[in-house]
C-alpha cells in the first residue's frame, strides 16, 4: 500500500520521460475529450458519444489488418471512419423506420463492437498475438504512448480546441436551438457536420488513455459535472476541459502504480467521483447548497410566523406576553417556538421582561409586513383567482413568506391600496 | 361566476399541482354536476389535462384534494374512465385496434383474468358505437388520427364506467369524427354518463357542452354554459397569464420556498 | 453429447431470454437503460464470483441483478431529483460502476478465474467445461442450467403478467388511471433485464449482451404487427442469429460472442431494406389511385 502510494508521488515528479509522455498525452486527450464533450452534453446527444466510442473499435482492428502494424495515424483514420460511420447509420435508421433513437443507438453500438470483437479476436488467434498491441485501445493504457504519439495528439488537440474557437457561436447556437440557427442563415448542416467529425476524432484519439469501451464517459461526465457549478458555456467548457484533464492525470497515475493495471477505468472513476462530489455539493443544483437554502428559509419562516403570532395576539399595542400564551395561541411545536425566539431575540426583533416576551420597535414593523402581505395575498387569490373568502387562508400562510418588497407594491397598486382583506381585517401599512 | 352544485359528481377542493416546482393548477375549488357534458377549456399550458390527471390520481396533488361520486378516487376508479392525449402515446406499438379495446376490459378484471364471452362481447359492442367494428384487426399505426381517436373512445366505452375524463378528444380529428364523437357523447349522456371533456375550440364549444369550466392556472369559472359562455369571462381566460402569480410561483422555485408551511 | 451441442445450446437459451426481455425494453424506448444495466452488473458479478469463490452459484447471481436495480435508480435519482438530463444520466452512471468492476477484476481477478476479456465478450466457448454432475451422472454444463431456469422463470413471469406489461408499455397513464402500479411493473421488467444480463454474462459478457436484448427485438419489431408474434420472432432472430454466429466464429477463428453480435446486424440491415423496399413498392402501386380524381 505504503509502495503504491510512493509510485503514485514519484508519478508526479515526472522526472521519467516515460510518464512525462503519459502525464501530457493524457492531459492532452481527455481536456480535449472535455470540450469537445460539451457540446454533445448541450445538444442532449451524450449518448452518440457512447455509440462513436464502442464502433472505433472495428475501425482501429481493419486499419491495423490493412496496414500490417500499429501506425497511429492509420490507426486513428480507421477508427474515425467506422466512428463517423455508426452515427451516420443512426440517422438513417430513426429516419427511415419506426425505430426509435434509444434502440438505434443500442443496436449500432453493440453490433459495431462486436465487429470490432470478432476482427480483434481474429487478429489474435493469427499469429499477431498480444504484440499487436490492440488490447491497449479496450481499456486504455496511456503507458502504451510514445513521444511521438504525444506529438501527433498535441496537433490534432490544438486542432481540435482552434476549431471549437473559431465556430463557437455556431456550436453553440446549433446546440440551443437548431431551427432558430437556420432560420437566421446559420449554414447548420455543416456545423453538424463539422462538430460530429471533431467528436468522432477526439473520441478516435482518447481510446488511447481511456479505451473503447469508458470512452463516453469523458464526453459525459466532465460537461455534466461543470453544469453543477455554471450555467455559461464558456466556463462550463472551460471547467469541463479542467475536470477531464486532472481527471486523465489522476487516473493515469493511480493506475501507474500497479501493472497492469488500465489506465481507463481509474480515469472514470476519478471523473466520476468529481460528478458525485458536484451533485452533493455544486452551486447551481447541488443537493447540499439546495438544503442549507432550504434550512434557511425555514428558520425565516418559523421567524415571521411567531412575530405573526405577537402581531395578532395584539394588532397593535405592544404589551409583553408568557410563553404559555404564545405556546396556547399558535400551532408551531414548543421546541421550534423557543429556538424561534431565541433568533428572533438575537436579531432584536422581540425583547423579554419579566419572564414576558414582547415586540421590539423593528420587529412590530416585521410582523405588520407580513401581516400585511399576507392579507393583500388573500384579498388578491379572492379578487384575481376568484377565490371564497374561507379558501385564502392556507395559500397565504405559504405565499406571505415569499413576496418581496416589489411584488408586494405591485399588489397594492393592482390592489388599489385596500384597507381590508376578505375577512374584513384590516390591512396595516407602515 | 363559479356555481356550486349540491351532491356534485366531481368535487375540487383547493387542488394545486406543482410540475417541476412551476404550479400547472393552482388553488383550484369547483363542484360539477352528474349527467351533464362538461367542457374543460383554457388556453394552452393551462393546466387542462393536468387537472384531469389529478382527478384520476395519476398526478400527485400538492395540496388539496378531489372526490369523484363522493369518495376518494381509489373506492371508485372502476366507475371512471380516463381517455388521455392520443399524441400521449406512441400508436407504432404492435397491436391491433381490438388489443387497444380490449385494455379497456382488463381493467375490471382481477389481476390476471382472462377474457371471456362477456367482455368479447362488450368490445365487440364499443367498437360498434365508435364505427370501428371493421377495423377491429388493423393495426393501430395503419389508422388515421380519426381512427385513432375513435379506438382510444371504444377502449373508454368497454369500461363501462359512470364518468367519463376525456382529454382533447376532438383535437386533429377529421370532421366526420368529431361530428361522430358529439353524437356518441350526446348518446352517453341520455344514459346518465358524467362526460368532462378537454376542448380548445370556443366557436364549437356553445354546440357541445351545457357546462363550462374556465381554466388558466387558476380557476376562472364554473357554471351553466349559458352563465358562463361571456365575454369578460373569455377574455379573462385567454387574456393572458396573471403577472404576479408568474412572478411569485418562478419566486417559489428559484429560492426553494415551499408553497405550503406544515 | 459434443461440446458443440452445449455451446449452440447455451448461446440459444441466452438470446432467447434477451430476446424475451429486450422487446419490452425496445417498445418502451429503454434501451439505453437495458445497455446501462448490462454494464453496471459488472461490479455486482465480479463480487458473486469473488464470494462464491470462482464459478457463481445462482443465488449469488441473483444478487449481483440487484446492481442492476441499483443503477436504474442511480439514473433515476439524478434524473429526477438532481434535474440532470436523461441521456447524461445514463452515461455518468453506468461508466461508473462498469469502471468500478474492471477495476475489481485487475485487483482480484486472478483469485477469481475472471479477465477482462470475458467481461467484453464472455466465455461461451469454455461453457462445456464446468458440467454438473449429480450422484456420478453428467448432467451438462451448469451455465445451461442457470440460463435455462432463468429462462423459464423469465417466460412463466412474462405470461403471467403479459397483459399489464402491454398496457403500461403501450399507455402507461392509461395505466395508472385504471389503478395499475406502474413503477411496480417498471421494475418488474428492470429487475429481469438485470437478472438476464446477469446470468448472460458468463456467455457473451457484459457489453454484447445488449445486442442479443435489442437487435432481435428491433429486427421483430420491424416486421410484426402484434406483440406476442413480435416476441416469438424476436426469439426465434435470436435463436438463429446464435447458431449462425456459432459457425461463422468457428470458420473465422474468432469471438463467439462478437459473431452472433456481427449476424444480429446484418439480420436487422437485411430486414430494415426488405421493408423499405416494400414500403417503397406498396406506396408505387398506391400512387396512381391517390392522383385520381375522387
Given amino acids: 500500500m505504503m509502495e503504491a502510494f510512493q509510485e503514485f508521488i514519484s508519478f508526479f515528479r515526472l522526472t521519467e520521460p516515460n510518464v512525462r509522455v503519459v502525464f501530457w498525452g493524457s492531459l492532452i486527450l481527455c481536456a480535449s475529450s472535455g470540450l469537445v464533450g460539451t457540446f454533445t452534453f448541450l445538444r442532449k446527444r451524450s449518448l452518440i458519444g457512447d455509440v462513436i466510442s464502442h464502433s472505433v473499435l472495428p475501425g482501429i482492428c481493419l486499419a491495423f489488418l490493412i496496414g500490417n502494424e500499429k501506425n497511429l495515424i492509420v490507426l486513428i483514420t480507421g477508427a474515425s471512419i467506422t466512428g463517423w460511420i455508426s452515427t451516420y447509420l443512426i440517422d438513417v435508421i430513426t429516419a427511415k423506420s419506426k425505430i426509435k433513437t434509444d434502440t438505434a443507438i443500442a443496436l449500432v453500438l453493440s453490433v459495431f463492437f462486436g465487429a470490432g470483437i470478432l476482427l480483434l479476436t481474429k487478429i489474435q488467434h493469427s499469429g499477431y498475438g498480444s504484440q499487436s498491441g490492440l488490447d491497449s485501445f479496450i481499456f486504455g493504457s496511456a503507458a502504451a504512448m510514445n513521444f511521438s504519439d504525444v506529438k501527433l495528439f498535441g496537433i490534432f488537440g490544438s486542432l481540435m480546441i482552434s476549431i471549437v474557437l473559431i465556430f463557437y457561436r455556431g456550436f453553440l447556437l446549433i446546440s440551443f436551438d437548431e431551427d432558430y440557427a437556420g432560420a437566421i442563415g446559420f449554414p447548420i448542416r455543416f456545423l453538424k457536420f463539422l462538430l460530429s467529425v471533431i467528436t468522432v476524432i477526439t473520441v478516435a484519439m482518447g481510446v488511447q488513455s481511456v479505451g473503447v469501451v469508458l470512452m463516453s464517459a469523458l464526453l459525459i461526465t466532465p460537461a455534466a459535472t461543470a453544469r453543477f457549478w455554471t450555467h455559461r458555456v464558456p466556463l462550463l467548457a472551460g471547467l469541463a476541459m479542467v475536470f477531464a484533464g486532472v481527471s486523465g492525470i489522476l487516473g493515469s497515475a493511480i493506475s501507474y502504480t500497479k501493472a497492469g493495471m488500465p489506465t481507463g477505468p481509474w480515469i472514470v472513476v476519478v471523473v466520476s467521483f468529481f460528478a458525485f462530489f458536484s451533485v452533493a455539493f455544486g452551486s447551481q443544483k447541488g443537493i447540499f447548497p439546495k438544503w442549507i437554502r432550504r434550512r434557511v428559509n425555514n428558520k425565516r419562516i418559523l421567524g415571521e410566523n411567531i412575530l405573526k403570532v405577537f402581531y395578532k395576539l395584539s394588532e397593535g399595542t405592544e404589551s409583553g406576553y408568557s410563553l404559555q400564551e404564545l405556546i396556547s395561541s399558535t400551532p408551531v411545536k414548543e421546541a421550534d417556538l423557543m429556538n424561534g425566539l431565541r433568533i428572533l431575540q438575537k436579531n432584536d426583533l422581540i425583547g423579554k421582561a419579566n419572564d414576558k416576551w414582547f415586540l421590539s420597535e423593528s420587529g412590530f414593523r416585521e410582523a405588520k409586513s407580513v401581516v400585511r402581505k399576507h392579507r393583500l395575498w388573500e384579498l388578491y387569490l379572492s379578487k384575481y383567482m376568484n377565490l371564497k373568502a374561507d379558501h385564502v387562508h392556507d395559500d397565504a400562510e405559504g405565499i406571505e413568506h415569499v413576496i418581496t418588497a416589489e411584488i408586494e407594491k405591485e399588489l397594492e397598486k393592482l390592489l388599489d391600496y385596500p384597507t381590508v382583506d376578505p375577512h374584513d381585517s384590516e390591512i396595516p401599512y407602515e | 361566476m363559479i356555481k356550486e352544485i349540491k351532491e356534485p359528481v366531481i368535487e375540487v377542493h383547493n387542488l394545486t399541482v406543482v410540475y417541476d416546482r412551476k404550479p400547472a393548477i393552482w388553488n383550484i375549488d369547483f363542484t360539477l354536476p352528474k349527467g351533464q357534458i362538461i367542457g374543460v377549456m383554457g388556453p394552452n399550458g393551462s393546466g387542462k389535462s393536468t387537472l384531469l390527471k389529478a382527478i384520476m390520481g395519476v398526478v400527485n396533488a400538492n395540496t388539496g384534494w378531489v372526490k369523484v361520486a363522493g369518495e376518494d378516487i381509489e373506492g371508485v376508479r372502476k366507475r371512471v374512465s380516463y381517455v388521455p392525449q392520443r399524441q400521449s402515446v406512441d400508436w407504432d406499438f404492435p397491436a391491433t385496434v381490438w388489443d387497444v379495446v380490449a385494455m379497456g376490459r382488463f381493467a375490471l378484471k382481477g389481476v390476471f383474468k382472462k377474457l371471456n364471452a362477456d367482455d368479447r362481447s362488450v368490445i365487440e359492442e364499443s367498437l360498434k358505437k365508435v364505427n370501428m367494428y371493421t377495423f377491429a384487426n388493423r393495426q393501430i399505426s395503419q389508422l388515421s388520427g380519426g381512427q385513432q381517436q375513435r379506438a382510444f373512445l371504444a377502449r373508454a366505452l368497454a369500461q363501462e364506467a359512470d364518468i367519463y375524463l376525456m382529454d382533447e378528444p376532438f383535437a386533429g380529428v377529421d370532421a366526420s369524427t368529431e361530428e361522430a364523437i358529439v353524437q356518441l357523447l350526446k348518446q352517453m349522456k341520455k344514459e346518465g354518463k358524467t362526460l368532462l371533456v378537454v376542448h380548445h375550440d370556443l366557436h364549437t364549444a356553445q354546440n357541445y357542452f351545457e357546462w363550462l369550466v374556465l381554466l388558466n392556472t387558476r380557476l376562472v369559472a364554473s357554471g351553466p354554459l349559458t352563465e358562463v359562455f361571456d365575454t369578460a369571462l373569455l377574455e379573462d381566460t385567454y387574456g393572458g397569464t396573471l403577472t404576479t402569480l408568474t412572478k411569485v410561483a418562478e419566486l417559489l422555485d428559484k429560492n426553494d420556498m415551499p408553497m405550503r408551511h406544515k | ?294
Avoid at chain 3, 70 to 95: H, M, P
Fill in chain 3, 1 to 294: 453429447m459434443s461440446s458443440d451441442f452445449w455451446i449452440i445450446l447455451t448461446a440459444c437459451l441466452v438470446a432467447a431470454l434477451n430476446a424475451l426481455l429486450g422487446s419490452f425494453l425496445v417498445l418502451r424506448r429503454m434501451a439505453m437503460i437495458g445497455d446501462a444495466i448490462s454494464h453496471a452488473v459488472l461490479p455486482g458479478i465480479v463480487i458473486a464470483y469473488f464470494l462464491s469463490q470462482s464459478r457463481a452459484t445462482l443465488p449469488m447471481l441473483v444478487g449481483a441483478a440487484a446492481t442492476g436495480l441499483l443503477v436504474t435508480a442511480l439514473i433515476e435519482f439524478l434524473n429526477r431529483k438532481v434535474k440532470l438530463q436523461s441521456d447524461a444520466s445514463i452515461g455518468i452512471s453506468f461508466t461508473f460502476l462498469f469502471a468500478v468492476g474492471v477495476i475489481m477484476i485487475s485487483y482480484f481477478g486472478t483469485n477469481i478465474d475472471l479477465d477482462q476479456e470475458c467481461v467484453l465478450y464472455g466465455e461461451i466457448a469454455y461453457v462445456p467445461m464446468y458440467n454438473i454432475a449429480v450422484g456420478g451422472m453428467d448432467l451438462g454444463p451448469r451455465q445451461v442450467w442457470i440460463v435455462g431456469s432463468v429462462l423459464l422463470f423469465s417466460i412463466v413471469s412474462v405470461i403471467w403478467g403479459y397483459n399489464r406489461l402491454a398496457v403500461t408499455t403501450f399507455d402507461p397513464e392509461f395505466a395508472a388511471s385504471v389503478g395499475i402500479n406502474v413503477v411496480f411493473w417498471q421494475f418488474f421488467l428492470m429487475g429481469g433485464v438485470s437478472l438476464s444480463t446477469v446470468v448472460s454474462f458468463e456467455s457473451v459478457g457484459a457489453v454484447l449482451v445488449i445486442a442479443l436484448l435489442v437487435g432481435p427485438a428491433a429486427t421483430a419489431y420491424l416486421i410484426t404487427n402484434r406483440l406476442t408474434p413480435m416476441i416469438v420472432m424476436a426469439i426465434i432472430a435470436g435463436v438463429m442469429a446464435s447458431v449462425i454466429g456459432y459457425y461463422l466464429a468457428k470458420y473465422l477463428n474468432a469471438s463467439i460472442a462478437g459473431a452472433i453480435s456481427v449476424v444480429i446486424g446484418i439480420q436487422f440491415a437485411i430486414t430494415i431494406v426488405i421493408v423499405s423496399i416494400r414500403r417503397r413498392y406498396n406506396r408505387l402501386k398506391y400512387e396512381p389511385s391517390q392522383n385520381a380524381p375522387v
